[in-house]
């Protein structure tokens, strides 16, 4: 650590203490060649700071990067990709996020301990065939982009894109030709979800969509599936081989939640909704079920909890207004993720008012498995995801409308020991299948046929770290 050159003469001081830094320099520890202890303590640190870096520097070497593509909202609104992204975060994968830019720019995920985010804003907005293909041609640009950016400067050697839009499949091509792999994450049925937001569909964009989304599936090295039905659509519609379909759910983990206690639910009997409010959400049944419920019952010991936002919030405001609901009906906004669980904790029913569709009848509700995981018993239409998710902790009605979710609800407010056995087969169901530790290791494996981790970091497990996030994404 201490070297005196061949030339030095010691005759009356000690010869002056250097330090080699990380990069090969010498460094003199003590000015006007004088040595004192500070300075001897000073190399010792320098020494080891640089060895410090060495080493960090091999470990990030070794963590194999890659990137992940969502673009139909920013990463720190997607419980999903945030989980995802922690959990290959703790196997020993180096994750950056390409997104849309939120309300602020944010340089790393919020919770993670490295996840870098790189950002675009996107200026087109609307409901109509040519501003969402104006909105998808931009992300296609901007997720390009970045991606070539951070293959070519960043090492990046696969990614994963999480749809909605299906049109990444031509940047899919070129990854697989030059062996980088691709997972596509299946989150929505594009020509499903295209019929249930038009009115009158146009066949032309349903045939595009369904083969974009053939491509998106068959340049994939590995596609990842939201539940069963998505999972045979993959191998049918998609042409996909079973061992390259794993299915991954959504939801959180048992170690974000603490097990419900019968003291959670005291009180008043709440019903509450929690999602986004758009058209295709049809949250104005669960406000006219709340209309039918107080000539049932009354007015007293029970209320209707929104917890969201979305475009038909103001049209639903109005509605209570109008129809003199405001004792009974209470709108929160978007709320962050301790205050959904606040309130789920302290309510005594989930309603999803989904009703059925093409789409909706195969996807999975992230708000029900959410309900589930605080033991809350579920009143939905009886959709055969929605059944396969929730199971006996689910009160199914036939077509959705105001009064068969009013007669539901009615009946099981009065009922403690049905309520008692739901909420115990939601939490039992939870914590054994729906948990996102079950889901995480499905989801590792996939990204380890893709990508195999070196030996030094492949023993890694993901951490059950909490989700600093908003209010549940309403669909798969």
């Known amino acids: 650590m201490f070297r005196v050159p061949d030339s030095t003469i010691v005759t009356e001081r000690p010869p002056v203490p250097v330090a080699v830094s990380g990069d090969g320099t010498v460094d003199r520890c003590c000015g006007a060649g004088r040595w004192s202890p ?17 080493a960090t520097n091999t470990r990030q070497a070794r963590r194999p990067h890659v990137a992940i593509a969502v673009v139909n909202l920013p990463v ?8 995802e992204c922690l959990a290959l975060e703790s196997a020993g ?10 309300e602020r720019r944010l340089r790393h995920l919020p919770g993670s301990r490295d996840t ?19 909105e998808f041609a931009w ?7 970045h991606l ?37 994450d299946h989150h929505d049925l594009s020509p499903e979800l295209y019929a249930c937001k038009t009115a009158t569909p146009r066949p032309v964009v349903t045939r595009l969509l369904t083969w974009f989304e053939r491509l998106s599936m068959r340049f994939a090295s590995e596609v990842v599936s939201t539940n069963e039905s998505y999972r045979q659509i993959a191998l049918t519609r998609g042409r996909c081989r079973p061992e390259r379909v794993t299915i991954v759910r959504n939801g959180p983990a048992a170690g974000e939640i603490a097990a419900p206690t019968s003291a959670d639910a005291a009180g008043d009997r709440r019903i509450v909704y929690v999602g986004v409010i758009n058209e295709q959400d049809h949250v104005d049944r669960a406000v006219l079920a709340a209309e039918r419920l107080t000539a049932r019952r009354g007015r007293d010991g029970w209320e209707l909890v929104i917890a969201g936002d979305g475009e038909c919030l103001p049209v639903l405001r109005a509605m209570v207004d109008e129809r003199g609901l405001g004792d009974v009906v209470r709108f929160t906004g978007w709320l962050q993720a301790p205050e959904v669980d606040a309130l789920l904790r302290g309510a005594t029913l989930g309603i999803q008012p989904d009703v059925f569709s093409d789409m909706t009848n195969l996807s999975t509700m992230a708000k029900t498995v959410e309900y589930m995981a605080r033991g809350l018993p579920v009143v939905a239409v009886d959709l055969l995801e929605t059944r396969r998710t929730a199971g006996d902790a689910g ?8 009064d068969e979710f009013a007669e539901a609800l009615d009946e099981l407010l009065d009922d403690q020991s049905r309520l008692a056995r739901m909420r115990a087969v939601a939490r039992e169901r939870f914590t054994s299948v729906l948990a996102w530790e079950h889901q995480a290791a499905a989801y590792l494996d996939a990204w380890r046929r893709v990508v195999p981790l070196p030996v030094a970091t492949a023993a890694a497990q993901p951490a059950d770290r909490a989700v600093p996030v908003a209010s549940p994404r309403h669909s798969s």
């Open 38 to 54: 500070e300075g001897a303590s000073m190399a010792v640190e320098q020494a080891r700071a640089g060895r410090q870096a060495r």
């Open 76 to 83: 720190e609104k997607d419980r999903r990709v945030i989980r």
């Open 93 to 102: 994968y180096r994750v950056t996020v390409i997104c849309p830019r939120g």
């Open 116 to 134: 870098a985010i790189r950002s675009f804003r996107q200026p087109f907005a609307g409901d109509g065939v040519l501003s969402f293909a104006a």
């Open 139 to 145: 992300a296609f640009l901007w997720v390009a982009w």
């Open 148 to 184: 070539a950016v951070l293959v070519l400067r960043h090492r990046v050697v696969a990614a994963q894109v999480c749809n909605p839009p299906d049109v990444f499949w031509p940047l899919a091509m070129v990854m697989r030709a030059t062996g980088r792999g691709w997972i596509f």
């Open 395 to 402: 009160r199914y009605v036939p077509t959705g409308s105001a």
